[in-house]
């Protein structure tokens, strides 16, 4: 987009920047939004307007405010899915809940639905029994289960790897970890 003329420094001892604001946000918004605007204030023109109406009406159209009942069915939607980090589920669940206008009922709300929200039945049990959880510590014990739910599944995978490695033979002298191909013959039990 080509500029017209030069904006200089503005000098608040010389410039009378309340004047300007109109004229200033009107020559630097571009065609597209000057038109946009016009038609939005219709019967007035846009240069008629304060400046706190332009960005009131252009903030109104470009920024719509949410419905409320469709932000809290999109929350009360919100579960966690399989296989999905607890952590990534509560930045989910936050996320669904920033247009919900809960107010002081933030905490709560996002604590219950946080535990009903659970895919696994044993953490839920264990949230709902303990007496005064608020959402930060079901969070960091959902989290602190999960990380050491991981790190087990790691290890178990590692030591069913190396079990496949082990006992190839008929022979306990096959302990060593190696894989037997079907035309090696081991020593003691020739197999």
Partial sequence: MALFGVMGEFKPEKDPWSADKVATLLSVMGATTY???RNLAQPNKPK??????????????F???????????????CTQ??????????VELKQ???????GANLD????????SGMQNEACQRRLLSKNDLTFAK??????TADREQRQLRGMKSETDTSKGMLFQGKC?????????SAKEKHKICDS
């Avoid at 920024?63 to 939607?77: M, Q, S, T």
């Avoid at 709560?108 to 535990?115: I, K, N, P, T």
């Avoid at 079901?138 to 989290?143: P, S």
């Fill in 35 to 37: 038109g946009l605007l």
């Fill in 48 to 61: 008629d307007k304060t400046f706190e109406e332009i960005v009131t009406v252009l903030k109104g159209h």
């Fill in 63 to 77: 920024e719509p405010k949410p419905l409320l009942v469709a932000e809290r069915f999109h929350f009360n939607r």
């Fill in 81 to 90: 899915k399989a296989n999905q980090p607890v952590a990534q589920y509560v």
């Fill in 96 to 102: 669904c809940a920033a247009n919900c206008e809960f």
């Fill in 108 to 115: 709560a709300s996002l604590r219950d639905w946080f535990v």
């Fill in 138 to 143: 079901a969070c960091d014990n959902m989290e």
């Fill in 172 to 180: 306990r002298a096959h302990t060593i970890k190696r894989n037997w």
